[in-house]
């Protein structure tokens, strides 16, 4: 990347973090709804006995809720700041026909749905990096047993997420629907992607099948940094899925995103 394209994310960038500050319910999705779910992810799974408990509570999986917390809690984070804050934003931009505007300019297209997601994605690793410092000491749980997966977890999911949060933004109208157009992909991932129930918790066919989801790849991921490992042969299958869902998502938006607002 020349130094003029980086000049032109970086303005983009700033001055859509300007209008981040201005929005409200957009600043409230990417600053405190992570640390509200967190937390009642955290009394969800107390109430349950724990992921994957029987009707004894007895554990069946070696994951505890304090781990099964912190891999939610990420994966909360990168959900609700890079996907569903970035939606409502993609959606704003177009029908105020900012987007319209900038592409008369000198920004390509690439650079013109980066600079609009790089706030939220520099939000969304800095809540990331101060659950995996603080997270253990507040849930009195380990820290991450293999930081490099955690954080290529992450760095598979921001570009995936954004990539699907402009490619919902198809399908949105208003700013307002967003909180509709988004809801199906939210709760297919929390359910089969590990957000709030770890895998092992589900039935083998299920799971196999929920392990091709699009977040299932980088959560996989990041579950094995949290708790130190895994088999090497699901995690390079978790890591060719990441990669093959960020391809179709970046080729679907390239073919269908829309420049100016739905008429």
């Known amino acids: 990347m020349n130094t003029a394209a980086v000049t032109r994310l970086t303005a983009l960038g700033r001055a859509e973090l300007t209008l981040l500050g201005r929005n409200r319910n957009t600043l409230f999705v990417a600053l405190l709804m992570p ?22 509570g007895t554990e069946r999986v070696p994951m505890g809720v304090a781990a099964a917390t912190l891999v939610g809690g990420t994966g909360m984070i990168l959900m609700l700041v890079t996907y569903m804050s970035l939606v409502s934003t993609y959606v704003a931009r177009r029908e105020e026909l900012v987007l319209k505007r900038l592409r008369t ?81 939210f709760l297919l991932s929390s359910m089969g992607s590990g957000l709030m129930l770890p895998a092992e918790s589900l039935p083998d066919p299920v799971a196999a099948v929920c392990s091709l989801l699009p977040l299932s790849g980088p959560m996989e991921l990041v579950r094995a940094g949290w708790l130190g490992g895994g088999d090497a042969k699901d995690l390079l299958g978790a890591a060719l899925t990441t990669v093959a869902w960020i391809v179709i998502s970046v080729f679907a938006v390239r073919k269908w995103f829309r420049w100016e607002p739905r008429r």
């Not at 779910?37 to 994957?52: E, Q, Y």
């Open 105 to 185: 300019g000198e920004a390509r297209d690439a650079e013109i749905l980066a600079g609009g997601a790089l706030p939220a994605v520099v939000i969304a690793l800095a809540q990331c990096a101060l659950l995996s410092v603080l997270g253990p000491a507040v849930l009195d749980a380990d820290a991450p047993g293999r930081p490099d997966l955690l954080v290529l977890g992450v760095l598979g999911a921001v570009p995936l997420l954004a990539a699907l949060a402009a490619l919902t933004s198809v399908i949105t109208r208003t700013v307002e629907s967003a909180g509709l157009t988004t809801l199906p992909f």
């Open 35 to 56: 640390v509200l779910m967190i937390f009642l992810l955290r009394s969800t799974l107390t109430g349950l006995g724990g992921p994957g408990a029987g009707a004894d």
